[in-house]
């Protein structure tokens, strides 16, 4: 191990590395990691509303259209 990466502390002893609190705070940051992910993911797809794909329970008798033969 290079002296420099010792002492800027880049590489933690095994002793730190294998203790508790530090898997305790890697799984804490793992968790994060994967929620954080999870809401961008859901923020850069498109909105989906669920009355868009249910059927209307209403519909007009007239077309309000300037096309008589259009839809309703």
Not at 2 to 19: K, M, N
Request: glycine share 4%; charged share 15%.
């Amino acid at each position: 191990m290079s002296p420099l990466l010792a002492t800027l502390g880049i590489v933690f002893p095994e002793s730190l590395v294998r203790s508790h609190a530090f898997a305790v705070l890697a799984a804490f940051v793992a968790i994060n990691t994967m929620v954080y992910v999870t809401l961008a993911v859901a923020k850069a797809l498109p909105k989906v509303f669920l009355g868009d794909h249910l059927p209307r329970a209403y519909e007009r008798a007239e077309t309000r259209s300037i096309h008589p033969d259009g839809p309703r």
